[in-house]
């Protein structure tokens, strides 16, 4: 680079840190210290990350690109900035930092299928609602973290068909396999389901667009979503991942954990049982979640 190259470069890098001190300072007058905070480290590395690049004009117009067509894909069924969140592991790692493990159950990323307000179930009810898959049924037991059972817990639950595919993801209004429940007073929820497959991220839209163009996996391990939320306990997060599933420690979202691995056991028929959905070969898991009180 010649005398005068580097001089304009020099140049260059001290508008730009003018221009990054400016914008940081223009904070001072917020009322509140913690957006201040943020809002500060957001501008300083935010401006670090395009000066480290040297970001280019085009570039720069492509992320804006990216960001406007997440937000047009996005709706109140599926929200793509999750699953961007979720793709670059930032979901991930917000749990791990905020999370109160201790001997808590792990919680993981929430996904972009969640749906406030689902159907509320009793106690041994069907929530597959006629979803394609192999029957399977779910008991679990909630307990504090020194085993006490905690009733009144409000315990979301959804997952996929065997297609890989959401409810939200159909055409129409229709909601399967998903539900809501309270835990009763031995802290216990059991219901029937259909057993979790692997399936791919949604690849019709920027989150799906990124992995191709990076060469990343788009699967996610066989799991069941889980939400368990009561007031003085600090909410789970969470999912049951299938064990021997060919795609974990290979998930899209970086949400898998060793402690949520579990056995879905395949029982043979019982042809005496009261139950005639026991009567044939289906699937069983038992799980104990501990919420640990704020």
């Known amino acids: 680079m010649s005398a005068s190259g580097g001089l304009v470069a020099n140049q260059n890098l001290s508008r730009a840190d003018t221009i990054t001190d400016r914008v940081i300072s223009s904070f001072e007058g917020c009322d509140s210290d913690r957006l201040t905070e943020i809002m ?70 929430l996904g972009p299928f969640f749906v406030e307000g689902a159907r509320e179930f009793s106690n041994g009810e069907d929530i597959s609602d006629g979803a394609n898959g192999e029957p399977t049924f779910v008991s679990i037991k909630v307990v504090d973290t020194s085993g006490a059972a905690i009733g009144d817990v409000t315990v979301d639950v959804w997952g996929s068909d065997a297609d890989g595919f959401y409810d939200v993801q ?43 163009a990076t060469k990343r996996s788009n699967m996610r391990p066989a799991h069941l979503h889980f939400a368990l939320t009561k007031e003085g306990y600090s909410q789970v997060v969470t999912h049951l ?54």
């Open 170 to 212: 159909y055409d129409g209004d229709k909601l399967f396999n998903r539900g809501r429940f309270k835990s009763d007073e031995q802290g216990r929820v059991s219901f029937w389901s259909i057993l979790p497959v692997a399936y791919p991220v949604p690849s019709d839209g920027p989150g799906g667009a990124l992995l191709k």
């Open 241 to 294: 991942f299938v064990a021997g599933d060919p795609f974990l420690g290979n998930d899209a979202v970086f949400g898998e954990r060793e402690s949520l691995i579990c056995e879905f056991t395949k029982v043979a028929g019982d042809i005496g049982s009261s139950d005639p959905r026991r009567r044939d070969e289906h699937y069983e898991i038992e799980h104990v979640f501990k919420m640990a009180q704020i």
């Open 40 to 109: 500060k480290s957001l501008t300083r590395h935010l401006h670090e990350f395009a000066k480290e690049v040297s970001l280019t004009t085009q570039e720069w117009m492509a992320g804006i690109d990216f960001l406007m067509a997440t937000g047009k894909i996005s709706s109140d069924k599926r929200n793509e900035f999750i699953l961007l969140s979720d793709l670059l592991g930032l979901s991930s790692l917000q749990v791990a930092i905020n999370e109160r493990v201790g001997d808590a159950t792990e919680s993981t990323v």
